[in-house]
């Protein structure tokens, strides 16, 4: 089915200034603050404003997407990222670019547009039709009416109708490099044949050239966009230059492929007179979002409420490139939709209340809807708290919740046996043995209608019941438990294997567990790339 142009209550994008589930609430008042600073001093007018919306509100695709007004007269540039989700370099870039001080002119910027293929690192869209799971296939057409194809197209076409850019970069990535395989267009600058896209095309390839030494692994300006890409729809029926930025995946980290496609748009901005090096440089820097360039990208949870000795061992544990990478999200991150960036998401121990309350209701909805789109959550001690289903402020993600308010069992070694499906999911370790236990929870089934039913992978089989807390029902209730979340994966851990010795491999086996259900997008289904 073909979507017109007609504004429709799905597509509509909503708009929300500074809107807290999609931008963290300091870092935009500091950086307006800064902005207009800026302003002043050099140019004396209107300050600089950075409105936050959202495309597709409510929906798998929901995505921020940002306008940032420099107040000063100028071109208006949209720049757009992650349209191929196993492409990760744009979508960083375009996070990044946002934050840049503007002299002149207005960004407008959707940095993450494939969120459902960001997560599962797939081109296409996952679960849509075959003839139109490639987003950057579903623009309008040369020579063809102005319709595009599916939700998603039809919504980010009518953000660039509504602000009208005179220039349009979409950033992606290559499997290879053009000049020695024809077959991929990494590291290339595709643009129309036009004099002026011609022009504008050979500055950004001259501009990030500089920075490479190896003859054959620079880029090449190539023409011209594909036939259904929204940088090919900007030229035909925006009647602008539109180009696609293509950086190289083969043997290059993302630090450096992000920074390329940051060096390409900072040439056509200069030459725009958008901003300018010094304000660039003097800028506070915004904290790069830094994903792991890894099969499994890890999200553990740093903030308020974790605590404790888990979170350098699972740092030290899980930073094992090329298979698993992690890095740590502050709850503003995570209730900025931090998490499409990831398949795994940990929550250490510490307090689950107060991790809950640092990431308020918008993050743990961002937290509810990853993992229902697939993503895995892991939960340890608090973590494991926090996923039950028996607190108001809890995810309610697995059907369990605590036996006992009283919660202070007490902190020291306790026994634990895997269970049968417990021996499928960690390496085989037969009997009881020994893990440091510290006041985890001790849950039974919650009986929630539309969760399913929790599964034991390992029991506890010798308690601590200190403080007035009852005693005889630890033993032989569940250590680690786990259930499905919609799309997702959960796994709860009471107890704390990523400080007990011998027992640190326990957290990385269940991270490749709850990872799993990404196995059939982790390859890309066809080979081209644009
Ligand atoms: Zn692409």
């Known amino acids: 089915m073909r979507n017109t142009l007609l504004p429709t209550n799905s597509n509509a994008p909503v708009n929300r200034r500074h809107s807290p589930r999609c931008q963290p609430r300091r870092r935009a008042a500091n950086h307006t603050v800064a902005l207009a600073l800026i302003g002043l001093l050099s140019l ?86 075959t003839n139109q799971a490639d987003l950057n296939r579903n ?43 024809s077959k991929s267009v ?46 090919r729809a900007a030229v035909e029926h925006l009647n602008v230059p539109g180009f696609t930025l293509e950086t190289t995946t083969k043997n290059q980290p993302l630090a450096k492929r992000v920074a390329q496609h940051e060096t390409m748009v900072r040439a056509l ?18 904290r790069p979002l830094v994903i792991p360039d890894t099969k499994i990208r890890i999200a553990l949870y740093r903030g308020p409420g974790a605590g404790g000795t888990g979170p350098s061992n699972l740092l030290a544990r899980l930073n094992r490139p090329p298979e698993t990478g992690i890095v740590e999200v502050s709850p503003a991150e995570v209730a900025g939709g931090v998490l499409t960036n990831f398949n795994v998401v940990i929550f250490p121990g510490g307090s689950a209340s107060k991790q809950a309350g640092a990431i308020g209701e918008a993050g743990r909805e961002e937290v509810r809807q990853f993992v229902a789109r697939g993503g895995g959550y892991i939960g340890i001690c608090a973590g494991a708290y926090l996923a039950t289903a028996g607190y108001p402020w809890s995810l309610k993600i697995i059907n369990a919740k605590t036996i006992s308010p009283l919660w202070r069992r007490g902190v020291g070694p306790v026994q634990m046996e895997l269970s049968e499906s417990g ?108």
């Open 186 to 231: 990494g590291s290339t600058v595709i643009a129309a044949r036009d004099d002026r896209s011609r022009a504008a095309g050979q500055l950004m390839v001259d501009a990030v050239n500089a920075g490479i030494a190896d003859p054959q692994l620079k880029f090449t300006l190539v023409h011209q966009p594909i036939d259904g890409s929204l940088a």
């Open 44 to 129: 004396g007018a209107t300050a600089a404003t950075v409105t936050t919306n959202e495309l597709l509100p409510g929906t798998p695709y929901a995505t921020p997407w940002f306008i940032h007004d420099s107040g000063q007269p100028g071109p208006t540039v949209m720049i757009v990222g992650g349209v191929h989700g196993n492409e990760p370099a744009g979508a960083a870039a375009a996070e990044s670019i946002r934050h840049w001080p503007l002299s002149a002119g207005k960004l407008v910027v959707i940095p993450r547009a494939n969120v459902p293929g960001l997560a599962a690192n797939a081109r296409r869209l996952p679960g849509v039709a």
């Open 423 to 530: 021996s499928s999911v960690f390496a085989a370790r037969d009997g009881q043995f020994s893990v440091r236990y510290a006041n985890g929870p001790i849950v039974e089934p919650a009986g929630v209608a539309d969760l399913p039913a929790y599964t034991t992978l390992a029991w506890f089989r010798s308690e601590l019941a200190l403080n007035d807390t009852p005693a005889g029902i630890m033993v032989n209730s569940p250590a680690i438990f786990a259930g499905d979340y919609q799309g997702g994966r959960v796994v709860c851990v009471s107890p704390h294997p990523e400080s007990t010795a011998g027992l640190e491999d326990m957290i990385p086996e269940a991270v490749n567990w709850v990872a799993s259900r990404h196995a059939p997008f982790t390859k890309p289904t066809i080979k081209t790339a644009e």
């Open 269 to 286: 901005l200069g030459h725009l007179n958008m901003v300018d090096d010094a304000a660039l440089v003097a800028a506070p820097p915004a």
């Open 139 to 181: 623009y309008p057409r040369a020579g063809q009416p102005e319709e595009t194809r599916g939700e998603l197209a039809a919504a980010i076409w009518q953000v660039a109708r509504q602000h009208q850019p005179a220039w349009v970069l979409d950033l992606h990535e290559g499997f290879d490099f053009h000049q020695l395989n």
